[in-house]
């Protein structure tokens, strides 16, 4: 069963084009990973999915529903959550806030103003849950904007993965992480995403091949390879327009 | 914050709204205290907009002005027995109005935030502050439209003539509306204008529309502006086109602005501040619009968090039990700054009369004999330079009162 299936993307920014047809199937449950070298087009394929851009041409279908060009609340509604590549929260709320927000439309609080947040029992329990997850409880009074990197990294993928979403699109995650912490993040992924399909772009190899069913190489705005980690790793293909250098230099 | 502690702010804030005309009785008192109340809920529904929304509108005084029109229409009908009620429900009026008018404009206005909004609030500002000028049936002309309070049916016997009635019905509205504005803010919609404001893109990821949200608080905003300007009409019976110009929208800003916008509280000690500077300062000097333009400036430069800033500042420093330590350093410093800004008041105030002799605190002053400028002159300037010498001290202080004792410094 494929959960989010991409016919023929393609994205141009004025006369460039960015993203030149794309066709992806993403299976429910799986964790499919994104590479490519720089400007590849792996962020944008994101906003296109996620509905920060439209897309010039082409479908983008999640779990049945054509979601290509809507905005991106509407996608968010269905079920799909993402995090950011720069670290995009709300500083001047706190660590709690922050993840109460995240949870408000997906436990049906909509736009209401005859809710008292502080009487949501559950609600309130459901977010201590989340900080619970990303390690952030005793931090919860806390400015987000004053968290240390690795804390405010946590707090992005709090934020993407609060709602229960079916389908995580993470924009990577452990960029600019020391390798300790990128260990702990990728331990911490790990386990808030089980039971879920994830999606995720990331640079660093170890980690994608240590996370990820299948793996989809992006060049140039076009999918060269779909395929398990071992054989994206054996393909000639692949090793000849990014992997091989990574490999030898790793 | 406990629930009891919550429920003690709440009960003796309206002790106080409705304790203070037993304390301060004259006419002049009262006349001040409506005003206050109809400027803390003007400038706290203003507060919705910029301080939690993040909307900065130079029209505000539109649904303030609308509210107040269509109260004073109100007002009009029950005199000539159009429709009888009383007049308690004037506010309620002006607060639909102010609603209705909010629902119109801000559904287009509320598609950006930032210099979109702000240029699209002072365009509709100025639209209808023109054409109200030129629908003089409606809104008067220059002159305005004017009513009385007194029919309908009598509260109880009270028929509203006095002042001091008005402001115990405006001190109820005052409070009422001041609890549900508090109430907004904990609500998802009040919230999420907050996430809105600080970040509307990852709102949208997490389900919101920026702009629905954005709305919503611009439509409740609307409506208390317009609750607001239902009490002006009841407190003055009568409303000009002054009331929904820019001077209005500008007056509220800096109301916010001052008093703070970051707290719930800010807007009402700017309310309270101006409407005393408006009242009261205004009695003693012509130029006391120059002085609010100051002080605005200052607050700017030196106090972006405006006074509720400045108060709340202090809680470290009061937590550790060290705000004693300041006192002081905040006289050393203040003395001189005190002086330094009296004396540029008498010297600009000496500039502008046009009498020989002028008076100022109790000191007659020549104003065109030259010992009086020199003096003055002199009193500036080491006033002045004291005040710079005294300010390391002050930040020295001010820094050993907010150190982290070693005490604590072991933990984290």
């Known amino acids: 069963m494929s959960i989010l299936t991409l016919k023929d993307v393609r994205k141009n920014f004025g006369v460039s084009e960015i993203i030149r047809g794309v066709s992806l199937d993403i299976k429910e449950g799986e964790k499919h990973a ?28 999640f779990n049945g529903a054509e979601i290509q060009n809507k905005p991106p609340y509407e996608i968010a509604r269905l079920g799909l959550a993402r995090s950011f590549q720069v670290t995009n929260i709300f500083p001047r709320l706190n660590v709690f806030e922050n993840v109460r927000c995240a949870l408000l439309w997906s436990n049906g609080y909509g736009y209401s103003f005859w809710h008292l947040l502080g009487k949501q029992t559950e609600l309130n329990e459901k977010t201590m849950h989340v900080l619970e997850q990303i390690g952030l409880k005793d931090k919860a009074l806390f400015p987000s904007g004053e968290l240390a990197y ?74 060269i390879a779909t395929d398990t980690p071992e054989n994206i790793r054996a393909n000639p293909k692949v090793q000849e327009a990014y992997l091989g250098e990574v490999v030898t230099s790793a | 914050m406990g629930m009891i502690k919550k429920l003690s702010v709440w009960i ?85 109005i102010g609603l209705l008018a909010a629902i119109f404009i801000g559904s287009f206005s509320t598609r950006k935030a930032g210099t979109i909004f702000a240029m699209i609030s002072l365009g509709i500002g100025e639209l209808i502050a023109a054409t109200s000028l030129i629908f003089t049936d409606f809104f008067g002309g220059e002159a305005g439209i004017s009513g009385d309070r007194t029919f309908g049916p009598l509260f109880f016997g009270v028929d509203f003539a006095q002042d001091l009635e008005i402001y115990y019905l405006a001190a109820i509205w005052v409070f009422i509306a ?124 030196f106090l972006p968090r405006g006074f509720a800033g400045f108060i709340m500042m202090h809680q ?30 008498a010297m600009i105030e000496m500039m502008q009369t046009e009498e020989q002799s002028f008076s100022f605190f109790g000191m007659q002053l020549a104003t065109d004999a030259a010992l009086t400028w020199i003096v003055a002159i002199t009193i500036a300037v080491a006033a002045f330079y004291a005040t710079r010498r005294s300010l390391p001290q002050l930040r020295d202080a001010w820094e050993s009162a907010n150190a982290i004792p070693a005490s604590e410094k072991t933990e984290s």
Request: net charge negative.
């Open chain 2, 12 to 96: 003796g804030y309206l002790i106080v709204l409705l304790a203070l005309p037993q304390f301060f009785d004259s006419i002049l008192a009262i006349s001040i205290f409506n005003q206050m109340a109809i400027a803390i809920v003007f400038s706290l529904s203003y507060n919705m907009l910029l301080g939690q929304g993040g909307m900065l509108s130079f029209g505000h005084a539109v649904y303030f002005g609308l509210g107040g029109f269509l109260a004073v229409h109100a007002l009009i009908l029950i005199e000539f027995e159009t429709v009888y009620f009383s007049i308690l429900f004037i506010p309620l009026i002006g607060g639909v």
């Open chain 2, 316 to 345: 470290t420093a009061w937590l550790r039990g060290n705000l004693k330590q300041l006192a002081l350093p905040y006289l050393i410093s203040g003395i001189p700054a005190f002086l330094f800004s009296m004396t540029c008041v």
């Open chain 2, 178 to 301: 001041t609890v549900f504005m508090y109430l907004f803010t904990q609500t998802p919609a009040g919230r999420m204008a907050n996430a809105v404001r600080e970040n509307p893109e990852r709102a949208e990821f997490i389900g919101y529309s920026a702009r629905r949200v954005r709305f919503i608080s611009f439509c409740a905003s609307g409506l208390f502006a317009g609750i607001a300007g239902g009490l002006f009409a009841l407190n003055y019976e009568f409303i000009t086109e002054e009331n929904l110009n820019a001077i209005t929208s500008g007056r509220v800003l800096l109301m916010a602005y001052i008093g703070g916008l970051g707290y719930f509280i800010g807007p009402i000690i700017g309310a309270v501040i101006l409407t005393l500077m408006n009242s009261l300062l205004s009695n003693y000097s012509e130029l006391w619009m120059l002085y609010l333009g100051i002080m605005f400036i200052l607050t700017v430069m």
């Open chain 1, 150 to 223: 690795a804390q405010q990294r946590a707090l992005e993928l709090g934020i993407a993965i609060a709602s229960g979403a079916e389908l995580v699109m993470l924009d990577e995650p452990v960029a600019g992480m020391s390798h300790s912490e990128a260990e702990n993040a990728v331990e911490l992924i790990r386990r808030i995403t089980e039971g879920k399909t994830l999606i995720m772009v990331e640079h660093d190899m170890s980690i994608v091949f240590d996370v990820a069913d299948r793996i989809s190489v992006l060049v140039y705005g076009e999918i």
């Open chain 1, 34 to 61: 994104i590479i490519g070298p720089n400007g590849a087009g792996k962020s944008t394929l994101f906003h296109l999915i996620s509905g920060r851009y439209n897309v010039t041409a082409g479908t983008i279908n």
